[in-house]
């Protein structure tokens, strides 16, 4: 039976969860949650003030002990729990991403699906934490290496992926034994309230998880991180605030986590198969509207095939539906907020005032709710402002290069090297491409590379660490070193 919206956000939380409660907010202010597919408020939740986050994180602390001494199958058991309780809820967590976000139903639904693996690989991780025990190389003691949860971790996510970004945090912080404050981000806070409460209805003890939402983070966020207590902060947004966060985390010296920005260049070689191109682009570009931060930025396509990709791709964007996620035939919800789109339209205005020519689209829509235009743009020039700044929106824009060399010192020219993607049929120019180019994460082929089981992360200044895979639960786990004396 379909889920009625206005039930569905009568059942979300509108508090502050700490210590296994929900709360208002210290001085009763609220915050106000928008569709973006209509510009109006949906629901009003707490606001946190730094107060409220000395609150959460005193919550944390407070637990921390008796959840690093739970013991991991226990732990590995809840989430797994979580992850069950998760799947019977499918339909009301996808319209919730929506209803918050604008994603169209059918990615609201593909990200249900990926979010919700980071639960289930994490409950496998908690039970696998490992370390060794073996002689020292002299002989004379015994050398014991073993792995301890970090302590209370603070965890910001960011709009664009509301179910997703939470627990890919919230899992392995969780499996390795390590209690968390998470700040969802003020536009899409309801998914990681309504996950919260999820984990609570499984059991989860008091303090293990907290939750506040706050429309000032920059003085929030600093009451957490000036802490002594706080021992880890994990980030997901821009690379400005990750800068910033970072220097506040040096103050006490914190375990850091960041997934920051990206410009991810898309290479199609002239010997790539068009057809698995195009596709490949469509997904990479498209997907959340192209509000990702593994969207593809810059299209670099060989001189001798511009043309034609170029052409096809358009035709396919131009049959794009753009309107609100609800609706199951549309393609393209809107974007997250009114200066999104401006600056959308100001990227695309600055290149085609440079001499770049739009194929289709190239403009914002006017009426209710936050929407552009699913837009290709063709012979953008090198000094364009959109082959350096990361649109977030339906954009693709193309350039041409002449052989390998050039196509390699275009997509490596960014201070980001979050993903690429790179399109041949050769196999060693595949190869060269795994080596060559300057990136955390490489689709080969292949549009989508987002996986639980994957590590997540880039390089440069892209962020630091990893999240997924068997690297995602060492972000929260510390090393200890015990030397014994030899027993012979």
């Known amino acids: 039976m379909p889920t009625d919206p206005s039930a569905l956000l009568n059942r979300v939380p509108s508090g502050l969860l700490i210590g296994g409660k929900w709360v208002d907010a210290t001085q009763g202010r609220t915050l106000d949650v928008e569709n973006p597919a209509t510009g109006k408020v949906i629901k009003s939740v707490a606001d946190a003030d730094a107060d409220d986050a000395t609150r959460a994180l005193d919550a944390a602390v407070g637990a921390a002990e008796d959840w690093a001494a739970t013991p991991a199958r226990q732990r590995a058991e809840i989430?797994?729990?979580?992850?069950?309780?998760?799947?019977?809820?499918?339909?009301?967590?996808?319209?919730?991403?929506?209803?918050?976000?604008?994603?169209?139903?059918?990615?609201?639904?593909?990200?249900?699906?990926?979010?919700?693996?980071?639960?289930?690989?994490?409950?496998?991780?908690?039970?696998?934490?490992?370390?060794?025990?073996?002689?020292?190389?002299?002989?004379?003691?015994?050398?014991?290496?073993?792995?301890?949860?970090?302590?209370?971790?603070?965890?910001?996510?960011?709009?664009?992926?509301?179910?997703?970004?939470?627990?890919?945090?919230?899992?392995?912080?969780?499996?390795?034994?390590?209690?968390?404050?998470?700040?969802?981000?003020?536009?899409?806070?309801?998914?990681t309230m309504y996950v919260a409460q999820l984990l609570v209805d499984v059991g989860l003890p008091d303090g293990v998880v907290n939750v506040i939402t706050t429309s000032t983070s920059k003085d929030t966020s600093a009451a957490i991180l000036s802490d002594p207590r706080l021992?880890?902060?994990?980030?997901?947004?821009?690379?400005?605030?990750?800068?910033?966060?970072?220097?506040?985390?040096?103050?006490?010296?914190?375990?850091?986590?960041?997934e920051l920005g990206g410009n991810a260049p898309f290479l199609v070689f002239e010997d790539a198969d068009l057809d698995k191109a195009i596709e490949g682009a469509m997904q990479a570009k498209f997907r959340n509207m192209g509000e990702a931060c593994t969207a593809a930025n810059r299209f670099l396509v060989h001189s001798s095939i511009a043309d034609e990709f170029s052409q096809r791709i358009a035709e396919r964007v131009s049959r794009l539906k753009v309107g609100d996620g609800t609706d199951p035939d549309t393609d393209i919800g809107p974007l997250i907020?009114?200066?999104?789109?401006?600056?959308?339209?100001?990227?695309?205005?600055?290149?085609?005032?440079?001499?770049?020519?739009?194929?289709?689209?190239?403009?914002?829509?006017?009426?209710?709710?936050?929407?552009?235009?699913?837009?290709?743009?063709?012979?953008?020039?090198?000094?364009?402002?959109?082959?350096?700044?990361?649109?977030?929106?339906?954009?693709?824009?193309?350039?041409?290069?002449?052989?390998?060399?050039?196509?390699?010192?275009?997509?490596?020219?960014?201070?980001?090297?979050?993903?690429?993607?790179?399109?041949?049929?050769?196999?060693?120019?595949?190869?060269?491409?795994?080596?060559?180019?300057?990136?955390?994460?490489?689709?080969?082929n292949a549009g989508v590379i987002s996986n639980a089981a994957a590590p997540f992360g880039g390089i440069k200044q892209s962020g630091l660490g990893r999240e997924g895979g068997f690297e995602g639960i060492n972000e929260y786990l510390s090393i200890r070193y015990t030397m014994t004396p030899s027993p012979v």
């Open 79 to 191: 989430l797994r729990q979580a992850f069950d309780l998760l799947q019977e809820r499918r339909d009301d967590i996808a319209l919730l991403m929506t209803l918050e976000m604008g994603k169209p139903l059918a990615e609201s639904g593909s990200e249900f699906t990926y979010g919700g693996e980071f639960l289930r690989w994490f409950s496998e991780e908690a039970v696998r934490i490992t370390g060794r025990y073996g002689a020292n190389p002299e002989g004379t003691g015994r050398t014991v290496v073993s792995r301890h949860p970090v302590g209370p971790c603070f965890l910001i996510t960011p709009w664009n992926f509301p179910l997703a970004m939470a627990t890919r945090k919230i899992g392995p912080a969780l499996a390795a034994g390590c209690t968390v404050v998470v700040k969802p981000a003020a536009l899409t806070p309801l998914t």
């Open 231 to 258: 021992r880890k902060l994990s980030f997901t947004g821009s690379t400005p605030v990750g800068v910033s966060l970072l220097k506040q985390a040096a103050d006490n010296v914190l375990r850091t986590s960041m």
């Open 337 to 444: 907020e009114p200066k999104a789109v401006q600056k959308v339209a100001d990227l695309v205005e600055d290149a085609v005032s440079r001499g770049a020519t739009v194929l289709t689209g190239g403009q914002r829509i006017e009426g209710d709710g936050y929407f552009y235009q699913p837009t290709v743009l063709v012979d953008v020039p090198a000094d364009a402002a959109i082959n350096s700044t990361e649109i977030f929106g339906p954009v693709v824009a193309i350039r041409q290069f002449s052989d390998e060399d050039e196509a390699v010192r275009l997509a490596n020219d960014t201070p980001y090297g979050l993903v690429g993607y790179a399109y041949t049929d050769g196999l060693a120019r595949g190869q060269r491409m795994i080596e060559r180019l300057e990136t955390g994460m490489l689709g080969l």
